[in-house]
């Protein structure tokens, strides 16, 4: 549960959309570290840009890079995440869900319905859900712990990854997972982190033309930002769009052609 040069360049491009609720409050479903494939001269080059001509809040940033840059011990990664968040989101508080994270991790297992006495403005969900065997109680509580108009950024292996986890996760599921849920697509793209590259697939058609250009990396990962509706609803089970939704022609034949002819990825 990291993040990677695939989750940086999505979430440095959601600050500067409009998307990001103000000073929002973060839970984390399963806490990040820093993989370490973003150099720090990028870091600083993104925060040098956001901050303009402001020197002296460019130099107090500064400072705490440094300062989190001289620690020493295992938490130093889980620092550098929320310090890269607070850049982001301007956040005003941090919560985190993971049996191996830092001290002030809440320690649980997600298997099971995560009593929280509160909503938050943006939970992720990085790296964390193919690792659960009950993986729809972990998009459940997802759902429950984001207010409404909040957002719910997802990433997970796609394909490749062998023996990662228990699950890898396709486009459909997050299509149909907005479909059940009424949740806005914002960001859906694939990826890999080494050697980096990314693509967007905003909608299913996009990416039956990424599948049929042989581009998908071998190693692929997902990653997806969902909005939720501004009135709270229950969380749904989605049912495959495939079988039950409104299906674009393309995403349709290309799903065929994947049962006729083996797939073309």
Avoid at 137 to 163: C, E, N, R, Y
Avoid at 216 to 245: D, N, R, S
Avoid at 256 to 262: E, I
Wanted: glycine share 8%; net charge negative; proline share 6%.
């Amino acid at each position: 549960m990291a993040i990677t040069v695939i989750e940086y360049s999505v979430l440095i491009n959601l600050r500067k959309s409009s998307l990001l609720p103000e000073n929002p409050s973060i839970l984390e479903i399963g806490q990040q570290n820093w993989y370490g494939d973003v150099p720090m001269e990028i870091l600083g080059a993104h925060i040098t840009e956001a901050f303009g001509d402001d020197q002296a809040g460019i130099e107090k940033v500064a400072a705490e890079l440094m300062d989190i840059g001289r620690r020493d011990g295992e938490f130093k990664s889980f620092e550098l995440v929320q310090f890269f968040y607070n850049f982001v989101f301007n956040n005003r508080s941090y919560t985190a869900v993971d049996m191996h994270g830092g001290p002030e991790a809440i320690r649980a297992n997600l298997n099971e319905p995560l009593n929280l006495d509160q909503q938050y403005d943006v939970v992720t969900n990085i790296g964390t859900a193919e690792h659960v065997f009950n993986v729809y109680q972990v998009f459940k509580t997802i759902h429950d712990a984001t207010a409404p108009d909040g957002l719910m950024i997802h990433s997970a292996p796609m394909l490749g990854w062998p023996d990662h986890g228990f699950f890898t996760f396709q486009p459909t599921l997050f299509f149909d997972l907005a479909e059940a849920n009424d949740y806005q697509v914002c960001v859906l793209a694939v990826g890999q982190h080494g050697p980096f590259k990314i693509f967007d697939i905003g909608t299913r058609e996009q990416f039956v033309t990424l599948a049929a250009s042989g581009r998908i990396p071998k190693m692929a990962e997902i990653a997806c930002v969902l909005k939720k509706g501004a009135t709270e609803k229950p969380f749904q089970a989605p049912m495959q769009g495939i079988y039950f939704g409104d299906m674009p022609k393309e995403s349709l034949e290309h799903w065929r052609g994947q049962h006729d002819h083996g797939s073309p990825v």
